[in-house]
């Protein structure tokens, strides 16, 4: 198959291949929150339907482009999956949706049996999704890490005010700031 029909398929059925994405990401979410996410277009009003639609934009462009851009796929993984740590998804939720471009579009193509037309191209995108997932998993672990460190800094310091307001020290200790 030819660099342009490739490319004619893809772009033919890219916008149908996001919003599915984009649903399937809503489907971890509850049923109220997902129909606030996804059909409320104000950005400011929904910050993180804003944040959800354009990182599964900006990622299905990553995964279906001609060479994979780790600094791309981190670009349109960050935002959401930051979103995601702070709201408490298990590991395996809050990165679990980057690998669902999968089957959305085997489904929608038809599969990716040998000879198909597409066959190719389909792997590429499953392999590119696959290492999105791993960069998604890295960029979860390294939020959950700073949130873990805030609040173990939030309880520190709630610790020392209390110490200093019941007089038991007069002031703050030094602390090493990674702590």
Do not use: Y
């Given at each position: 198959m030819?660099?342009?029909?490739r490319d004619d398929i893809i772009s033919a059925r890219r916008q149908r291949w996001i919003e599915k994405w984009l649903d399937a990401l809503m489907q971890t979410y509850p049923d109220e929150?997902?129909?606030f996410f996804k059909d409320t277009?104000?950005?400011?009003?929904?910050?993180?339907?804003?944040?959800?639609k354009k990182g599964i934009t900006d990622l299905f462009?990553?995964?279906a482009a001609e060479t994979y851009d780790p600094e791309a796929a981190?670009?349109?993984?960050?935002?959401?999956?930051?979103?995601?740590a702070i709201q408490e998804f298990a590991?395996?939720?809050?990165?679990?949706?980057?690998?669902?471009?999968?089957?959305?579009?085997?489904?929608?193509?038809?599969?990716?049996?040998?000879?198909?037309?597409?066959?190719?191209?389909l792997q590429q995108i499953g392999d590119y999704a696959d290492r999105a997932l791993l960069a998604a998993f890295d960029i979860y672990m390294n939020c959950k890490k700073k949130v873990y460190e805030l609040r173990a800094r939030q309880?520190?310091?709630?610790v020392s005010q209390l110490l200093i307001k019941k007089e038991l020290i007069?002031?703050?200790?030094?602390?090493?700031?990674?702590l």
């Open positions: 030819s660099k342009k029909n929150s997902a129909r277009t104000d950005p400011f009003a929904n910050p993180v339907g804003a944040t959800m462009d990553v995964v981190h670009a349109a993984l960050e935002p959401m999956i930051r979103v995601r590991p395996s939720q809050a990165v679990g949706f980057v690998t669902e471009i999968k089957s959305i579009i085997r489904r929608d193509a038809g599969g990716s049996k040998e000879g198909h037309p597409q066959a190719e191209k309880a520190r310091d709630s007069s002031e703050l200790p030094d602390v090493d700031p990674a």
